[in-house]
């Protein structure tokens, strides 16, 4: 006999539990892991739905007391089915409950009330109705004359427009409706978030040979290896339209496509591109929809109305019956990385569900991860690239300009003086200038103004942040010293952190611009629904000069109209506790500097730094991918970072301090013990990087191992072990590899 362990009822959160059930023989053929069944549950044996998370030969307790599955469920099983199979991988990937799984998966679980549109119809032949509309117009009946006689003329009328504009409110339908001379239909109306416009219905613009070249490769490798493909094109390459031709051959094919954006600010110009092309076979889902946009949009994608999913992460687990194609655009973006558990990475993910549904994936990047591009270079992924802008436009002219000279020179300003000339200059020619605040990342570092040293830690490599107490903390190892009050290199007492924001910019243009309009585009000016699509489509219709904004205004944008973008200061990323803070910066610059001169002009980008000489900045500067790649990878692999090296971090939260504090060592120790072997560096426990936020502190244990496998079995073996000792009782865990 088989017997299946099943979760019962995701809604409820304590049963993160499998029950054991027997499969009935003529279910045994069938039944696998990931199906969604019915149970008898509970003492009054209700049918209850349920996911198959694992199939057994023995049972795991008594026969007498066991129950025997009813059946199959029917409906949505065969995409269900494949999600909850892909729930239970990630569960074992990411070390998370079976439930918070299953809750990321299938996030839309409670049912929205359908919203419907009614409408009256003619309910007799029209030679009836115009007989009974000759003896109300003869009585005193006129209202219900009138909604007769429209009826007449259009056979069928919306009830609330019949209301608005005939004064036929219900007290007038219903003796017409009860007589039976009118009936009342009602259909299903979706909430739509999408406000494109009607399809262009122009044929798209032929692809450039270097598309067209690229586009056959793709499809090549696909057919011949089936790897994932990375395509890397420098900003502007036209990597949107290569998507949309891979989309469209794909809906040929009668299948569906997933596309990841990594922030909502993308959204609004990415559905209108797409929108042009495919009509209403798009749809978006991203965190700012209502409940019922979100219901709707699931549902719209169950029935097939919907060919072409766009949005942030959760997209990724649209349910789509057909799915053909994934594309993770921007995919080096940290936003695909979840922060909560299950801590997915979208990239990872995506692979894992085309493998289980038959379909492929691309990457695409200016500046790919450094996993995606070893990944790459070691031939599990297949490369492509797009070498040059699309139409053959220039590379925009970049200068780095070095604040510590600007200081010598008297210039305390947030700006620059070249960047301020060539302010000037956009606004005299009426051309469009982006200014980008590099905040990403950003932990109170501490740096010289005359010399541009950062204070970090002598032992990671990564800057120490400035705590409240006045001390400089390093958040990977634990690392304090007492603040500094000269300099250790030039013994300047020019020390301090970089205190600028985006509204402290608006003030200073709008001081030294006073005729400039000016947008800004950061947390507070987005917190509201549409707060995007208003910001860029003012700034898209010129009816503003400058856009001043943080990391949301650098990415995947693209306004004709742009001639300049200033970086504020590159290194406030660049000094963040990270060791992907290089990373960060060059993938950042890369992509500011790439946002001038989309057009027929010619664009100028200007890099404000006090790090000029950091090859970040030069390589960004350069747009000089391998530039880049080659020296930071040489300083991964000093420092065993991936992905050099892989790591596991273990996050574990807890209200009492003390005990967090204990539980931490335990495991230190623990790990210690059950793998003694010198090529596993066990660094911590430390403070994560906010040690407390809402009075609970957080403590994280850095694993670095060669091999990923040895990770994985400590993993099992630490939550076996957490299992099984109260002391933890009270502490709460997270598990991140990378």
């Given at each position: 006999m088989i017997y299946a362990d099943i979760i019962v009822d995701i809604s409820h959160e304590k049963l993160d539990r499998t029950f054991q059930y027997r499969v009935p023989e003529e279910l045994e053929d069938e039944i696998r892991e990931g199906m969604v069944v019915t149970v008898p549950f509970g003492k009054g044996n209700q049918e209850r739905k349920g996911y198959v998370v694992g199939l057994n030969s023995a049972p795991g307790f008594d026969l007498q007391r066991m129950k025997t599955i009813s059946g199959l469920s029917s409906g949505e099983e065969t995409t269900e089915a494949r999600l909850v199979a892909l729930a239970a991988w990630m569960k074992e990937r990411y070390g998370s409950t079976m439930i918070q799984a299953l809750k990321t998966v299938l996030p839309v679980q409670d049912k929205v009330k359908a919203r419907e549109k009614r409408y009256l119809c003619l309910n007799v032949s029209r030679e009836e109705a115009e007989a009974e509309l000759e003896r109300l117009k003869a009585g005193r009946a006129k209202a219900r004359a009138r909604l007769l006689q429209a009826l007449l003329a259009a056979d069928r009328l919306e009830a609330g427009e019949a209301a608005r504009e005939l004064g036929a409110v219900s007290s007038v339908q219903k003796p017409l409706l009860d007589a039976g001379w009118i009936r009342l239909e009602s259909s299903q109306v979706y909430r739509l978030p999408v406000k494109g416009g009607e399809p262009s219905g122009e044929a798209p613009l032929p692809l450039t040979p270097a598309q067209r070249q690229a586009v056959l490769r793709i499809q090549a490798e696909w057919r011949e290896a089936g790897r994932t493909v990375l395509l890397q094109g420098v900003t502007g390459s036209g990597k949107t339209r290569v998507y949309m031709e891979l989309i469209s051959r794909v809906m040929e094919e009668g299948r569906q496509a997933i596309v990841l954006i990594p922030e909502i600010a993308l959204t609004y110009q990415t559905v209108r591109r797409f929108y042009a092309r495919f009509g209403d076979r798009v749809s978006v889902l991203n965190s700012r929809l209502s409940q019922g946009e979100r219901y709707d949009q699931f549902k719209r994608a169950r029935r097939g109305d919907v060919q072409v999913m766009v949005g942030p992460r959760s997209a990724l687990f649209t349910p789509f019956e057909k799915l053909g194609l994934i594309i993770i655009d921007e995919e080096h973006e940290p936003a695909y990385k979840s922060e909560s558990s299950p801590r997915y990475h979208a990239r990872e993910t995506a692979v894992q569900r085309a493998s289980m549904e038959g379909a492929r994936v691309l990457l695409g990047s200016a500046t790919p991860s450094l996993e995606s591009f070893s990944r790459a270079l070691s031939g599990e992924y297949a490369l492509v690239k797009l070498e040059g802008r699309y139409g053959e436009r220039p590379l925009p002219d970049v200068s780095i300009v070095d604040l510590r000279e600007e200081l010598k020179e008297g210039n305390r300003s947030i700006f620059s003086r070249k960047l301020q000339s060539a302010m000037r200059e956009r606004l005299d020619r009426k051309e469009q200038t982006m200014l980008f605040l590099n905040r990403r990342g950003y932990a109170g570092f501490v740096s010289c103004r005359s010399c541009g040293h950062v204070m970090k830690c002598p032992h990671c490599d990564v800057s120490l942040s400035e705590h409240n107490n006045g001390r400089l903390v390093c958040h990977y190892c634990g690392y304090e010293r007492p603040a500094v009050e000269k300099c250790p290199v030039c013994s300047s007492p020019y020390i301090g952190g970089f205190k600028a924001g985006t509204q402290q910019i608006e003030q200073v243009i709008q001081k030294n611009f006073p005729g400039a309009a000016v947008l800004r585009m950061d947390y507070d000016t987005t917190r509201n629904k549409g707060s995007y699509e208003q910001i860029l489509s003012s700034f898209a219709a010129h009816q503003a000069d400058i856009l001043v904004g943080t990391q949301m205004i650098v990415k995947g944008h693209d306004f004709p109209d742009v001639t300049l973008v200033g970086v504020i200061a590159a290194d406030l990323s660049l000094n963040a506790a990270d060791y992907r803070c290089g990373e960060r910066t060059f993938q950042l610059l890369t992509q500011a500097v790439g946002r001038s001169g989309r057009g027929k002009k010619k664009g100028e980008a200007i890099i404000q730094t006090y790090q000029p000489e950091h090859y970040s900045i030069q390589a960004s500067a350069k747009q000089d991918?391998?530039?880049?790649?080659?020296?930071?990878?040489?300083?991964?692999?000093?420092?065993?970072?991936?992905?050099?090296?892989?790591?596991?971090?273990?996050?574990?939260?807890?209200?009492?301090?003390?005990?967090?504090?204990?539980?931490?060592?335990?495991?230190?120790?623990?790990?210690?013990?059950?793998?003694?072997?010198?090529?596993?560096?066990?660094?911590?426990?430390?403070?994560?990087?906010?040690?407390?936020i809402s009075d609970v502190y957080r403590k994280v244990l850095y694993l670095k191992h060669r091999n990923e496998k040895v990770l994985y079995i400590i993993r099992n073996k630490l939550e076996k072990y957490i299992e099984i000792n109260t002391g933890f009782r009270k502490l709460y865990f997270q598990y991140d590899f990378s």
């Amino acid at each position: 006999m088989i017997y299946a362990d099943i979760i019962v009822d995701i809604s409820h959160e304590k049963l993160d539990r499998t029950f054991q059930y027997r499969v009935p023989e003529e279910l045994e053929d069938e039944i696998r892991e990931g199906m969604v069944v019915t149970v008898p549950f509970g003492k009054g044996n209700q049918e209850r739905k349920g996911y198959v998370v694992g199939l057994n030969s023995a049972p795991g307790f008594d026969l007498q007391r066991m129950k025997t599955i009813s059946g199959l469920s029917s409906g949505e099983e065969t995409t269900e089915a494949r999600l909850v199979a892909l729930a239970a991988w990630m569960k074992e990937r990411y070390g998370s409950t079976m439930i918070q799984a299953l809750k990321t998966v299938l996030p839309v679980q409670d049912k929205v009330k359908a919203r419907e549109k009614r409408y009256l119809c003619l309910n007799v032949s029209r030679e009836e109705a115009e007989a009974e509309l000759e003896r109300l117009k003869a009585g005193r009946a006129k209202a219900r004359a009138r909604l007769l006689q429209a009826l007449l003329a259009a056979d069928r009328l919306e009830a609330g427009e019949a209301a608005r504009e005939l004064g036929a409110v219900s007290s007038v339908q219903k003796p017409l409706l009860d007589a039976g001379w009118i009936r009342l239909e009602s259909s299903q109306v979706y909430r739509l978030p999408v406000k494109g416009g009607e399809p262009s219905g122009e044929a798209p613009l032929p692809l450039t040979p270097a598309q067209r070249q690229a586009v056959l490769r793709i499809q090549a490798e696909w057919r011949e290896a089936g790897r994932t493909v990375l395509l890397q094109g420098v900003t502007g390459s036209g990597k949107t339209r290569v998507y949309m031709e891979l989309i469209s051959r794909v809906m040929e094919e009668g299948r569906q496509a997933i596309v990841l954006i990594p922030e909502i600010a993308l959204t609004y110009q990415t559905v209108r591109r797409f929108y042009a092309r495919f009509g209403d076979r798009v749809s978006v889902l991203n965190s700012r929809l209502s409940q019922g946009e979100r219901y709707d949009q699931f549902k719209r994608a169950r029935r097939g109305d919907v060919q072409v999913m766009v949005g942030p992460r959760s997209a990724l687990f649209t349910p789509f019956e057909k799915l053909g194609l994934i594309i993770i655009d921007e995919e080096h973006e940290p936003a695909y990385k979840s922060e909560s558990s299950p801590r997915y990475h979208a990239r990872e993910t995506a692979v894992q569900r085309a493998s289980m549904e038959g379909a492929r994936v691309l990457l695409g990047s200016a500046t790919p991860s450094l996993e995606s591009f070893s990944r790459a270079l070691s031939g599990e992924y297949a490369l492509v690239k797009l070498e040059g802008r699309y139409g053959e436009r220039p590379l925009p002219d970049v200068s780095i300009v070095d604040l510590r000279e600007e200081l010598k020179e008297g210039n305390r300003s947030i700006f620059s003086r070249k960047l301020q000339s060539a302010m000037r200059e956009r606004l005299d020619r009426k051309e469009q200038t982006m200014l980008f605040l590099n905040r990403r990342g950003y932990a109170g570092f501490v740096s010289c103004r005359s010399c541009g040293h950062v204070m970090k830690c002598p032992h990671c490599d990564v800057s120490l942040s400035e705590h409240n107490n006045g001390r400089l903390v390093c958040h990977y190892c634990g690392y304090e010293r007492p603040a500094v009050e000269k300099c250790p290199v030039c013994s300047s007492p020019y020390i301090g952190g970089f205190k600028a924001g985006t509204q402290q910019i608006e003030q200073v243009i709008q001081k030294n611009f006073p005729g400039a309009a000016v947008l800004r585009m950061d947390y507070d000016t987005t917190r509201n629904k549409g707060s995007y699509e208003q910001i860029l489509s003012s700034f898209a219709a010129h009816q503003a000069d400058i856009l001043v904004g943080t990391q949301m205004i650098v990415k995947g944008h693209d306004f004709p109209d742009v001639t300049l973008v200033g970086v504020i200061a590159a290194d406030l990323s660049l000094n963040a506790a990270d060791y992907r803070c290089g990373e960060r910066t060059f993938q950042l610059l890369t992509q500011a500097v790439g946002r001038s001169g989309r057009g027929k002009k010619k664009g100028e980008a200007i890099i404000q730094t006090y790090q000029p000489e950091h090859y970040s900045i030069q390589a960004s500067a350069k747009q000089d991918y391998e530039m880049f790649y080659h020296q930071e990878m040489a300083l991964r692999s000093l420092m065993d970072y991936p992905p050099s090296a892989h790591m596991l971090s273990v996050l574990a939260f807890c209200e009492d301090e003390e005990a967090l504090s204990r539980g931490m060592e335990y495991l230190a120790r623990y790990v210690r013990r059950v793998y003694p072997g010198e090529d596993l560096h066990v660094i911590g426990p430390a403070f994560a990087s906010v040690g407390k936020i809402s009075d609970v502190y957080r403590k994280v244990l850095y694993l670095k191992h060669r091999n990923e496998k040895v990770l994985y079995i400590i993993r099992n073996k630490l939550e076996k072990y957490i299992e099984i000792n109260t002391g933890f009782r009270k502490l709460y865990f997270q598990y991140d590899f990378s």
